[in-house]
């Protein structure tokens, strides 16, 4: 079974930064891509930053040129450096990792963790 442990979040005031980190544990064949998702009170689960397993990243249009995802690989690490943040960056951050394992396709999601900032 493979899990996913964030870390890394807090208050910070806008115009602030934080790293977010995540670190898989678990036996893992192979990975197709690491997401960071989040969820604004009141709002769905959005897609923030993927990094797929070539390297390839992507982000959401809101966080672009602000948030930075990279990868540890032989940690099976992801980070997601976040700066000059916004009031409207205020969520809950998850990450996930789609790829395979011991046991075939893995799904998995992390516990989440809180970002606030404040304006």
């Known amino acids: 079974q493979v899990q996913l442990v964030e870390s890394g979040g807090g208050l910070v005031q806008a115009g602030g930064s934080l790293r977010l980190s995540c670190a898989a544990s678990?036996?893992?064949?192979?990975?197709?891509?690491m997401d960071w998702y989040r969820q604004a009170p009141g709002k769905q689960r959005e897609l923030v930053a993927r990094?797929?397993?070539?390297?390839?990243?992507n982000y959401a249009d809101s966080v672009k040129g602000r948030f930075t995802i990279s990868r540890d690989n032989a940690n099976n690490t992801i980070y997601l450096q976040m700066n000059s943040l916004k009031p409207e960056d205020t969520a809950v951050y998850y990450c996930?990792?789609?790829?395979?394992?011991?046991?075939?396709?893995?799904?998995?999601w992390g516990q989440g963790t809180l970002v606030t900032v404040s304006s």
């Open positions: 996930n990792m789609r790829g395979w394992g011991r046991l075939g396709a893995l799904d998995a």
């Open positions: 678990g036996i893992i064949f192979s990975i197709n891509f």
């Open positions: 990094i797929t397993g070539g390297g390839t990243t």
